[in-house]
Antibody, heavy 116, light 114 residues
Framework: QVQLQESGPGLVKPSETLSLTCTVS????????WSWIRQPAGKGLEWVGR???????HYNPSLKSRVTISVDTSKSQLSLKLSSVTAADTALYYC??????????WGQGILVTVSS | DIAMTQSPDSLAVSLGERATINCKSS????????????LAWYQQKPGQPPKLLIY???TRESGVPDRFSGSGSGTDFTLTISSLQAEDVAVYYC??????????FGQGTKLEIK
C-alpha cells in the first residue's frame, strides 16, 4: 500500500522559496502521477499542481509562474518549490497520488508558515 | 474554470439518521464519451488528511462503508450517509476532475452530531 510523508521547513521568510519533499513508500514512484494540494488554516482545499508518470507537469494557473514540481526516482521523492512566497502561501501542504479519477492516498501534510 | 458549490455549509444530524450533502458544479462534469461523471467526494476528520470516499460520482473507494453513497449527474450531485455514526463527524468535500489540469474543490460541509 502506497504511503506518503511530507517533509521540509515549517517556516519560510517572505519573498523566499518554499521547498518541500514527499517521500513515497510501498510502491514505485515512477508508476503513478502525483499532486500537491494545500489547505490554509480553517479553509478549503486548493490544488497546486501535478506531475504525470510520463513526465509532464501541470500547475494551477493562479500559481503557475511560481511553482515547480519534480520527481527524483532514485530517492522515491516528489518535490515542490514555490518561489516568492507571501503570507497568503501559509498553509498545510499535502502530497497525494493523482489517479485518473481522484486523489488518494494523501500524506499527513506539513504546515508551512510564511513569516519574517 | 469549473466552480464547485456545496450545500449546506454545515449540518447537524442525529445518530442513526440520514445525512445528505449537495454539490453543484458551474458546468457539467459528465463525459458522454465514457458515460462518467468526473466527481469525487472526500472526508476530512479533524487533524487528518482528506480521505477519498467516492469517485466517478457513485463508486465507493475500497474499504469505505456502504452507508456512504454518491449520486447525481451533470451538474448536481449528492453524498448520502444512510445511518450516521459518531465516527462520521468530519468535513466533506466534493471535487471535479473533468477539467484537468485545473482540479477544483467545493468549500466543504461540516457534519456534526445533533
Amino acid at each position: 500500500q502506497v504511503q506518503l510523508q511530507e517533509s521540509g521547513p515549517g517556516l519560510v521568510k517572505p519573498s523566499e522559496t518554499l521547498s518541500l519533499t514527499c517521500t513515497v513508500s510501498g510502491g514505485s514512484i515512477s508508476s503513478y502521477s502525483w499532486s500537491w494540494i494545500r489547505q490554509p488554516a480553517g479553509k478549503g482545499l486548493e490544488w497546486v499542481g501535478r506531475i504525470l508518470n510520463t513526465g509532464p507537469t501541470h500547475y494551477n494557473p493562479s500559481l503557475k509562474s511560481r511553482v515547480t514540481i519534480s520527481v527524483d526516482t532514485s530517492k522515491s521523492q516528489l518535490s515542490l518549490k514555490l518561489s516568492s512566497v507571501t503570507a497568503a502561501d501559509t498553509a498545510l501542504y499535502y502530497c497525494a497520488r493523482a489517479r485518473d479519477y481522484a486523489f488518494g492516498p494523501w500524506g499527513q501534510g506539513i504546515l508551512v508558515t510564511v513569516s519574517s | 474554470d469549473i466552480a464547485m458549490t456545496q450545500s449546506p455549509d454545515s449540518l447537524a444530524v442525529s445518530l442513526g439518521e440520514r445525512a445528505t450533502i449537495n454539490c453543484k458544479s458551474s458546468q457539467s462534469v459528465f463525459d458522454s464519451s465514457n458515460n462518467k461523471n468526473y466527481l469525487a467526494w472526500y472526508q476530512q476528520k479533524p487533524g487528518q488528511p482528506p480521505k477519498l470516499l467516492i469517485y466517478w460520482a457513485s463508486t465507493r473507494e475500497s474499504g469505505v462503508p456502504d452507508r456512504f453513497s454518491g449520486s447525481g449527474s451533470g451538474t448536481d450531485f449528492t453524498l448520502t450517509i444512510s445511518s450516521l455514526q459518531a465516527e462520521d463527524v468530519a468535513v466533506y468535500y466534493c471535487q471535479q476532475y473533468y477539467s484537468p489540469p485545473l482540479y477544483t474543490f467545493g468549500q466543504g460541509t461540516k457534519l456534526e452530531i445533533k
